[in-house]
């Protein structure tokens, strides 16, 4: 036994050699979904038909002048009473033209990832208004501080692929400090792919100009953008939104990357009965694309059919529901089917603690959002209370959940080694067990993810170590990545360089 325990190192060095990286990542981002499809083909094609019926017979409402000329001008018609209408043909020649894949870039190549086909990553969104204090437990509206906390903590975290603005500085009144403060934040603290919003067209040119700076010269942004629009161009029912339509001609000419919104409400602005609901949301979500497809075809776009649902007893919104659930995965598959880059929503939960209903509903709407094959998954990381908080223990637990999500979506590798015909032989026919044998030494971190946060001790040795829950020991990680993590991504000469040229209000 003494000999066996040396050779392997003793629980010291195997402890030490669980905490570094393994040399395969058994669960790393980009894994393959799809498996979960909750609508037929027949099902998929009689939604689509009544997508393409709503924008043909129907048609989409308060177009704004330059767009409706754009539309016009691509074979879209005017049916004389406010609305623009689009034959089917001209629909699929919008699909057939849509960028199908497409890098979104960050700052450090490495963190680049490649959106669309079947690659699942989890990211983030949201515009939450409140915080979830790490002193108190209780919320407080969110500030320019707390942005810049939360985007150095993700910036540690694997499984957030790419950084949009989680929360809203309130204490920032002005809108376009405020989007110039959002995105020096971003420039400030991360190097993965980013993403934002512009409250005005106007406020684009400038926070370009910033990217710029960032990006080593004028005009550098544009060859390689690492930061991508949020826009809801449509409001339902069926019309579009003139601010959010000037914003993407002004990102499309300084060649930002965009995600079309389209967030409409079950029971709401959408009909309550889902397959409805999935009709009128493809359709709005389409109309999108032909607005893109009208500017500049196949400009880089993610198709963001985001099917959000409220409780009809109160008109409360309901992220966290099994509707929630069925429609984001439903959303996931049709974008596929059409060959669309897909995002979705999922992670929604209406919980306002970090508890047993923030697990599930995390829980069940993150993984079937990935098993659907939802190309970005966003709201994923560190959403509370129906999207109007943010919490940075949930980003620390909800980055444990996606690597086990990941680990479901890699499956089960059935190979002869995998198999392992000779090592059930050896073991039965020697010590009767797989403890120490090779075989397992293999698998054991190849195969296998080990958490950091959740707990696996005996209760016993759990009270000992002070009975502390999920919470508790999240807060501990945020605590110290906040303390330890400071990191440096501009020069001090950009950063001088941006601070004269802009009102950046954070010290």
């Known amino acids: 036994m003494a000999g066996q325990r040396t050779k392997r190192g003793g629980r010291k060095g195997r402890l030490a050699q669980r905490a570094a990286k393994p040399a395969l990542d058994p669960c790393p981002p ?10 037929s083909q027949s099902d998929l094609r009689r939604i689509y038909d009544t997508a393409l019926d709503l924008l043909e017979k129907l048609g989409i409402g308060d177009v704004p002048d330059r767009l409706r000329a754009d539309l016009l001008a691509i074979g879209a018609t005017d049916n004389g009473k406010g609305r ?7 629909v699929e020649e919008a699909i057939d033209q849509a960028a199908k894949t497409f890098v979104l870039h960050g700052r450090d190549d490495e963190r680049s990832i490649e959106v669309g086909g079947n690659k699942v990553y989890f990211g983030t969104g949201g515009a939450a208004v409140q915080t979830l204090d790490l002193e108190t437990g209780l919320y407080r509206p969110s500030t320019l501080q707390d942005l810049h906390d939360f985007t150095r903590l993700q910036d540690t975290l694997a499984n957030v692929s790419w950084f949009t603005r989680c929360c809203v500085a309130t204490d920032v009144v002005d809108t376009c400090d405020l989007d110039v403060n959002t995105a020096f934040a971003l420039l400030k603290n991360t190097t993965k792919p980013t993403a934002t919003s512009f409250t005005l067209a106007k406020h684009v040119a400038p926070i370009v ?6 990006a080593g010269g004028t005009g550098a942004f544009a060859k ?9 161009p449509m409001i339902s029912p069926m019309r579009y939104g003139e601010d959010a339509v000037d914003v993407v001609y002004e990102c499309i000419r300084h060649n930002i990357p965009i995600s079309c919104i389209t967030a409409a409400q079950a029971g709401a602005t959408a009909p309550a009965t889902l397959a409805g609901f999935l009709a009128q949301s493809l359709a709005e979500t389409l109309a999108s694309l032909l607005m ?4 500049q075809p196949g400009f880089p776009m993610v198709f963001s059919n985001w099917p959000l649902v409220i409780d009809l007893r109160t008109g409360a919104f309901s992220g966290g529901s099994g509707e929630t659930v069925v429609l984001n995965a439903a959303s996931a598959q049709m974008s596929n089917w059409l060959g669309l880059p897909s995002g979705v929503a999922s992670s929604m939960t209406d919980a306002k603690a970090i ?13 079937a959002a990935a098993l659907a094959g939802g190309n970005l998954i966003y709201e994923s990381s560190g959403m509370t209370a129906s999207l109007l908080g943010a919490s940075f223990e949930a980003f620390v637990l909800d980055d444990e959940m996606h690597s086990n999500t990941y680990r479901t979506l890699r499956g089960i590798e059935v190979t002869d080694e995998n198999l392992g015909f000779q090592a059930i032989c050896d073991a039965v026919l020697g010590e009767g067990h ?10 054991m971190e190849r195969d296998y993810f080990y958490p950091t946060l959740a707990d696996r001790d005996e209760p016993r040795t759990w009270a000992e170590n002070g009975a502390q829950d999920a919470w508790s020991r999240a807060r501990d990680r945020v605590r110290e990545v906040l303390r330890d993590h400071n990191p440096v991504y501009l020069t001090p000469e950009q950063e001088t360089q941006i601070r004269s040229r802009f009102n950046i209000l954070c010290p």
């Open 209 to 214: 100009e910033m990217l710029d700076i960032a």
């Open 292 to 295: 893109v497809h009208a500017i």
């Open 355 to 367: 508890d047993a209903q923030y697990g599930m509903e995390k829980g069940i709407t993150s993984l």
């Open 30 to 39: 980009g894994q393959i979904g799809g498996t979960y499809r909750p609508l």
């Open 224 to 232: 390689r953008p690492f930061l991508k629009a949020h826009i809801s």
């Open 434 to 443: 797989f403890l120490g044998g090779q075989h397992t030494y293999s698998a």
């Open 84 to 90: 623009v209408l689009f034959p089917p043909a001209l």
